[in-house]
């Protein structure tokens, strides 16, 4: 055999075993797993690593566009070189749809940013502002033949927002298609209500920011997302689920036999309202939405991971500079929470975190690891089994841990192009230490290397888990 690398005398740990063995890889595609392979034109030794399937971001915003005048920090250059440094090799950022915009001019839009850029490999989600059938009925059949398979719909941010009536448009329109929609829950009515009452009581500080969104308008929009999908009988998966109460939601519609999925993130697992007390202007670091709950819930969703509530562990990656006018200072940003640019950064210290204090501390298994990180991500977006896993014919997006290392993360670690991390001075054990990119060592140590654009969009399959149950509420032909 012909090797162009062999990863020798290794742990192998998919989704499904952890094995030891060697790793042979040819032409970018792992081409064999065996013991005392022929050697390879380079050989690595993973001896005391663990290899696993290269992480899937499945949940990042890169050079988007906004509506305020704010600037998200990281493009496709940074954004995927820090993806890698934190064991990364596919990211899905957003193609973001303008009001009235047809979606072709959408993607093509997000595909000349990433071109020339992106260090691994990506696919696009396609944020949906207008469900019409006017824009729908054009390009949403020929994109999701394209490769284009998941849609993100926000409930809630009123440049986006849908009401139900186009929820369901969107519904229809992917269960036609069998995609994947990706669902933002937040009551929209309750925060601006609520938005509106503590500007007027002058309760405008960044820890207002979780005032104004509390629990129960997550549960509420996570309850009506999922009824409105029983009723059409569609899949969808919602996104950046942040506490126990929307937690619990899913986790009722899962038992009942629904195709119900849920994405969490590192900031509801390490994060929490107490971050908002920080002195001077320090809370807007941690403003997202859903904001970070009480420390309380924290547990709670580590139990969401372990219990396999969730399927997918994401970064939701939204970075926008501390100090810098077009971050979370924007103007007025000090004079309300309600102008402070919703996002934190994450695509670097999403798998070290949850490696850490996931595996190393008995919370998670490795296997558990590789599925939440990557495996079901792919599997749930139409990317398995070329992404997602070590397996013969699979792509070789590998990355070798040492699973004792010590690392006090710190922002100047980092490789992405943002001022802090909300993870400053966290001490980790466990550290991705090569990345390999279709076979190509792309990090090294800490040490990166691959051009720019390397990266290969990646068109996505339709889901098998996007596929309806056959058990519709009403007779599906009434909206087909
Ligand atoms: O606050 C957040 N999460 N910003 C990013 C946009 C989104 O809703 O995912
Ligand atoms: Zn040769
Ligand atoms: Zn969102
Ligand atoms: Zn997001």
């Given at each position: 055999?012909?090797?162009?690398?062999?990863i020798?005398?290794?742990?192998?740990?998919?989704a499904?075993?952890?094995?030891?063995?060697?790793?042979?890889?040819?032409?970018?595609?792992?081409v064999?797993?065996?013991e005392?392979?022929?050697?390879g034109?380079?050989?690595?030794?993973?001896?005391?690593?663990?290899?696993?399937?290269?992480?899937?971001?499945?949940?990042?915003?890169?050079?988007?566009?906004?509506?305020?005048?704010?600037?998200?920090?990281?493009?496709?250059?940074?954004?995927?070189?820090?993806?890698a440094a934190?064991?990364?090799?596919t990211?899905?950022p957003?193609a973001?749809?303008?009001?009235?915009?047809?979606?072709r001019?959408?993607v093509?839009k997000?595909?000349?940013?990433?071109?020339?850029?992106s260090l691994?490999?990506?696919?696009?989600?396609?944020i949906?502002?207008?469900?019409?059938?006017?824009?729908?009925?054009?390009?949403?059949?020929?994109l999701?033949?394209?490769?284009?398979?998941?849609?993100?719909?926000?409930?809630?941010?009123?440049?986006?927002?849908?009401?139900?009536?186009?929820?369901?448009?969107?519904?229809?329109?992917?269960?036609?298609?069998q995609?994947?929609?990706?669902?933002?829950?937040?009551n929209?009515?309750?925060?601006?209500?609520?938005?509106?009452r503590?500007?007027l009581?002058?309760?405008?500080?960044?820890?207002?920011h979780?005032?104004?969104?509390?629990?129960?308008?997550?549960r509420?929009?996570?309850?009506?997302?999922?009824?409105?999908?029983?009723?059409l009988?569609?899949p969808m998966l919602l996104?950046?689920v942040?506490?126990?109460?929307?937690m619990?939601?899913?986790q009722?519609?899962?038992?009942?036999?629904?195709?119900?999925?849920?994405?969490?993130?590192?900031?509801?697992?390490?994060?929490s309202?107490?971050?908002f007390?920080?002195?001077?202007?320090?809370?807007?670091?941690?403003?997202?939405?859903?904001?970070?709950?009480?420390?309380?819930?924290q547990?709670?969703?580590?139990?969401?991971?372990?219990a396999?509530t969730?399927?997918?562990?994401s970064?939701?990656?939204a970075?926008f500079?501390?100090?810098?006018?077009?971050?979370?200072?924007?103007?007025?940003?000090?004079?309300?929470?309600?102008?402070?640019?919703?996002?934190?950064?994450?695509?670097?210290?999403?798998?070290?975190l949850?490696?850490?204090?996931?595996?190393?501390?008995?919370?998670?298994s490795?296997?558990?690891?590789?599925?939440?990180?990557?495996?079901?991500?792919?599997?749930?977006?139409?990317?398995?089994p070329?992404?997602?896993?070590?397996?013969?014919?699979?792509?070789?997006?590998?990355?070798?841990?040492?699973?004792?290392?010590?690392?006090?993360?710190?922002n100047?670690?980092?490789?992405?192009?943002?001022?802090?991390?909300p993870?400053?001075?966290?001490?980790l054990t466990?550290?991705?230490v090569?990345?390999l990119?279709?076979?190509?060592?792309?990090?090294?140590?800490?040490?990166?290397?691959?051009?720019?654009?390397?990266?290969q969009?990646?068109k996505?399959?339709?889901?098998?888990?996007?596929?309806?149950?056959?058990?519709?509420l009403?007779?599906?032909s009434?909206?087909?």
């Amino acid at each position: 055999a012909e090797y162009d690398l062999v990863i020798r005398n290794t742990t192998i740990a998919t989704a499904s075993d952890v094995v030891k063995g060697d790793i042979g890889i040819a032409g970018g595609r792992v081409v064999a797993l065996g013991e005392r392979l022929d050697k390879g034109h380079r050989e690595v030794d993973g001896t005391g690593r663990i290899a696993v399937p290269g992480g899937i971001d499945a949940h990042v915003h890169f050079d988007q566009d906004t509506a305020d005048g704010s600037v998200f920090c990281d493009d496709f250059e940074s954004g995927s070189r820090a993806a890698a440094a934190g064991g990364t090799t596919t990211i899905i950022p957003f193609a973001y749809q303008n009001k009235d915009q047809p979606l072709r001019d959408a993607v093509n839009k997000y595909h000349a940013r990433a071109e020339g850029k992106s260090l691994i490999d990506y696919a696009f989600h396609v944020i949906l502002s207008d469900a019409s059938e006017k824009i729908m009925g054009q390009d949403f059949t020929a994109l999701v033949a394209d490769g284009y398979t998941s849609f993100k719909v926000y409930m809630t941010y009123d440049d986006v927002k849908l009401t139900d009536r186009e929820m369901l448009d969107a519904l229809a329109a992917a269960r036609r298609e069998q995609a994947m929609l990706m669902i933002h829950a937040e009551n929209s009515d309750c925060i601006t209500w609520l938005t509106e009452r503590l500007e007027l009581k002058g309760m405008t500080a960044a820890k207002f920011h979780a005032t104004s969104r509390p629990f129960v308008v997550e549960r509420e929009a996570t309850h009506r997302a999922i009824s409105l999908a029983e009723l059409l009988d569609v899949p969808m998966l919602l996104v950046h689920v942040s506490a126990k109460e929307a937690m619990h939601e899913i986790q009722r519609a899962q038992a009942r036999g629904l195709r119900v999925y849920g994405e969490t993130c590192p900031q509801y697992l390490f994060l929490s309202e107490e971050d908002f007390e920080k002195p001077g202007d320090e809370g807007a670091k941690c403003v997202c939405s859903p904001p970070p709950r009480g420390t309380d819930n924290q547990e709670h969703i580590w139990t969401g991971l372990s219990a396999n509530t969730f399927q997918v562990l994401s970064s939701d990656h939204a970075a926008f500079r501390f100090d810098d006018v077009r971050g979370k200072k924007l103007p007025g940003a000090r004079e309300s929470f309600r102008k402070i640019p919703n996002g934190v950064p994450g695509v670097e210290t999403r798998l070290p975190l949850l490696f850490s204090e996931g595996v190393n501390k008995g919370r998670i298994s490795l296997q558990q690891f590789v599925a939440l990180s990557s495996t079901n991500a792919a599997k749930i977006y139409g990317l398995h089994p070329r992404k997602g896993t070590i397996a013969v014919g699979s792509d070789a997006d590998i990355v070798l841990w040492d699973p004792e290392r010590k690392v006090s993360l710190t922002n100047s670690i980092l490789h992405h192009n943002c001022d802090y991390t909300p993870y400053e001075g966290r001490e980790l054990t466990g550290y991705p230490v090569m990345t390999l990119s279709r076979g190509e060592v792309v990090m090294d140590e800490g040490r990166m290397s691959g051009s720019a654009g390397r990266g290969q969009f990646q068109k996505c399959d339709r889901p098998e888990a996007a596929r309806p149950r056959g058990r519709p509420l009403i007779d599906p032909s009434i909206f087909n």
